[in-house]
């Protein structure tokens, strides 16, 4: 373990844990604030499940979580920006892009990213994420949303398309029926578009 850890109650007492609202919607955020922060860096550990269940709910994302997330961070403070280094990790369903049944992901995101800070330079303004740095409301310098970090590296993680297994066999275009676990009797002539006026029928005697 790195020198600096904190244990979960301890960093709440430094990070301002808030829930904000957006209409009926419940966003969790973590913002530090990053100007006490020692020049060793600090660790930071993230594993209230509601940084990635609220916004999946919140973004439409299919999902779900199979063996709790973490986030651990260390934050290292540097003159214009700041340096984070660490890892999300933790295990997640999410809908086979085939059959949409349920798909393991392994979450082993290994983060290491910079966030220049806001300067009155507006073309520099327009460089800074304000989900991850924002001016601290209090007036203490600029201040970090963890959170957020979390999440968008969790999506980083994500597969473009999942796949409940590499040789999943999908679901039948003509009668729906999952392939893997069953075969059906539509022949191969399903997918000749000659053939469609006759699919649905029986043949007769
Ligand atoms: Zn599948
Ligand atoms: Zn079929």
Redesign the pocket.
């Known amino acids: 373990m790195p020198g600096g850890k904190i244990e979960a109650s301890l960093w709440l007492f430094f990070a301002e844990k808030q829930k904000i609202l957006f209409g009926k919607k419940v966003m969790a955020s973590t913002w530090v604030l990053l100007h006490n922060i020692p020049p060793s860096g600090k660790v930071f550990v993230l594993d209230d499940q509601s940084i990635w269940t609220d916004p999946m709910v919140e973004f439409g994302v299919a999902g779900s979580i199979l063996e709790p997330l973490r986030a651990e961070f260390t934050v290292f403070v540097q003159e214009d920006g700041v340096l984070i280094r660490g890892a999300v990790t933790g295990k997640a369903f999410v809908p086979?892009?085939?059959?949409?049944?349920e798909?393991v992901v392994v979450v082993d995101q290994q983060v290491e990213t910079y966030e220049p800070f806001p300067t009155d330079d507006t073309d520099d303004a327009l460089e800074v994420d304000g989900e991850l740095l924002r001016e601290a409301p209090t007036g203490q310098g600029v201040e970090m949303n963890l959170a957020a970090l979390a999440w968008e590296e969790f999506l980083l993680a994500l597969p473009m398309k999942p796949?409940?297994?590499p040789a999943?066999?999908?679901l039948c275009p003509q009668c729906g029926a999952n392939r893997?676990l069953a075969s059906c009797s539509c022949g191969d002539d399903a997918g000749d578009p000659r053939m469609a006026p006759l699919r649905g029928l029986k043949v007769g005697r």
């Open positions: 086979c892009t085939r059959c949409a049944e798909s796949l409940c297994d999943c066999n999908g893997n």
